[in-house]
């Protein structure tokens, strides 16, 4: 089966840090680029951060460039994002996405999602 | 940075079409994919590539593209349509980015 399974999300103070992995299965992992793409409770799908299927390409959103760190071990199947310097507005669901076509992000859409993983950032 | 405008909601009476749009700057030049959003559960594809259904949506589903405006088009609604609908491009400058969503009601 065909699935992504994100983990590594909780509650954590402001300017804190937390790592989120995301675990694929059924599919050939190295070759589709993944993203990162989070929702603020209530409101709408923001992109966070993409990587290449070789991992040599890194993609980020304005708003975390700095702050967040994207990486891939292929070898174990598994997509991370490292988050520094953690703000409230931060707090969201985290999902991981595969694309659906070629290694390099915007090549495909995303056809596979994870359940997400909920990251609360406050005091 | 390259913008995405969806309206915040549609209605549509039940068993008529619905009509949702994704307004961007020459966006007819870019691969616009549309997802669908149900409360408490991750996205799901609906439409890639502008008009290409992934394997398991309904044919009521379908998209256009064209100048500054996608249209994601939903036939013969159902209540089980009742969902938020998100555009997504990839820009070169910007990555990829979403529109705002669009909040359907099936009425």
């Known amino acids: 089966e065909v699935q992504l399974v994100e983990s590594g999300g909780g509650l954590v103070q402001p300017g804190g840090s937390l790592r989120l992995s995301c675990a694929a299965s059924g599919f050939t992992f190295s070759s589709y680029a993944m993203s990162w793409v989070r929702q603020a409770p209530g409101k709408g799908l923001e992109w966070v951060s993409a990587i290449s299927g070789s991992g040599g390409s890194t993609y980020y959103a304005d708003s975390v460039k700095g702050r967040f760190t994207i990486s891939r071990d292929n070898s174990k199947n598994t997509l991370y994002l490292q988050m520094n310097s953690l703000r409230a507005e931060d707090t969201a669901v985290y999902y991981c996405a595969s694309e659906d076509y070629g290694g390099k992000p915007g090549s495909g859409a995303f056809d596979i999602w994870g359940q997400g993983t909920m990251v609360t950032v406050s005091s | ?107």
């Open chain 2, 1 to 107: 940075s390259y913008e995405l405008t969806q309206p915040l909601s549609v209605s549509v009476a039940l068993g008529q079409t619905a009509r949702i749009t994704c307004g961007g700057n020459n966006i007819g030049s870019k691969n616009v994919h549309w997802y669908q959003q149900k409360p408490g559960q991750a996205p799901v594809l609906v439409i890639y590539r502008d008009s290409n259904r992934p394997s398991g949506i309904p044919e009521r589903f379908s998209g256009s593209n064209s100048g500054n405006t996608a249209t994601l088009t939903i036939s013969r609604a159902q209540a089980g349509d009742e969902a938020d609908y998100y555009c997504q491009v990839w820009d070169s400058s910007t990555a990829w980015v979403f529109g705002g969503g669009t909040k359907l009601t099936v009425l």
